[in-house]
């Protein structure tokens, strides 16, 4: 994309925030028609950027996926490690979403054998930047000591993904709730361990190997 | 079924016990030949007791959720609430997930409009029993205040349904841990109390009323 005209780009841009939003708002079989609408382009200037729906999706998720690695890079930065993960889980909330409605969070982006070589690098400084907020978060002594990122990684993409049918719209309204009632259960406190070993990095399975 | 002869009717339980076992190895989408062999009947025979794989999904979804509520009812006359609960849901956590498996707990089964009566009347009976206990549990001061049992349920939904693709494999290795990290978050504890407000059993949507 480095050589397009600035205008082609900014019509770039202003088809995947439409696209986000529309998807984020009714899921990802939302008519290319009105996303170009919503976006202010002509269908015509849509195809041109976006040969089929598909592409369209993984630019978004793409650009989702982005926003949730600058906010992991931004939480390493914080003075302790456990508000530093709290603070990313609830920034980065409505982009996991996004990508999980997209069925490319995990499914697809974080499993699949065919990653681009950039996603791949992505998906690694994100599960590395985790993995040290997470051991941070239980030298201060704030965090259940027997849990791993994967753990982590694994909660998060089971509740931040939206029930199917009807209960789609009350997941919609009350993923805040349920995301903080799994982020105390990760709180260290006196009690039984869970059952199981922690969840690692490898346990999620490699791009292009086994998961 | 109650004019099946005998015979008939052990063939009938063989067949959804094999079903159950094989949906909850392998999914919904098994082979009915297999069924059949497990069950060890002939295929006729399972064609002759259920015409099509959606009743035989729906009869396997039907006898787990049997045995969701009488775990429910057993835990209601448990001495104390929360022990009541969390004994519910470990003992219920296998074939509440089995019918999520065949995409019909709450999805179809508990939201769908179409519901037969007495399994309207069940999900009913579930909803109530889980109700008192969660007011139970919340009395002792065991379990957080600001929760309903509509969050209960959503949650066990999210955190019980199996990631798609390869990590369905992760899931199905994590889940006893991954439940248990929700019960700890929904235990009472010094802290700010969850955004938004609780989740009612009419927040969850009556069948065939709006969800």
Redesign the interface.
């Known amino acids: 994309v480095g050589t397009l005209r600035a205008d082609a780009r900014r019509n770039r841009d202003q088809l995947v925030d439409a696209a986000g939003a529309l998807f984020a708002e009714r899921g990802p079989d939302v008519p290319m028609e009105e996303i170009a609408r919503r976006a202010g382009v002509g269908v015509g200037t849509l195809y041109r950027r976006f040969p089929d729906r598909d592409a369209l999706v993984r630019a978004v998720a793409f650009e989702s996926f982005h926003r949730v690695v600058a906010n992991a890079r931004a939480a390493a930065g914080e003075p302790d490690g456990w508000s530093g993960l709290t603070r990313f889980v609830r920034q980065s909330t409505a982009d996991m979403r996004l990508a999980t409605w997209l ?1 490319l969070w ?3 982006t974080l ?2 054998m065919r990653l681009e070589h950039e996603h791949e690098e992505l998906r690694d400084e994100l599960l590395g930047l985790l993995d040290r907020l997470v051991v941070r978060a239980q030298r201060e002594g704030v965090m259940r000591p027997e ?1 791993g990122v ?2 982590l990684a ?2 998060l ?3 931040l ?1 939206p ?5 789609a ?3 919609e ?2 993923v ?3 995301v ?8 260290a ?1 006196p ?1 039984d361990p ?3 070993r922690p ?1 690692t990095r490898e ?3 490699r791009p292009g190997g ?2």
Do not use: I, K, Q, Y
């Open positions: 069925s995990f499914a697809r499993a699949e849990v994967g753990d694994v909660l993409a089971l509740v993904r029930l199917p049918g009807p209960l719209a009350v997941t309204r009350t805040e709730r349920h903080t009632v799994v982020l105390d259960g990760l709180r406190r009690g869970l059952p199981g969840l346990d999620l399975g086994d998961a």
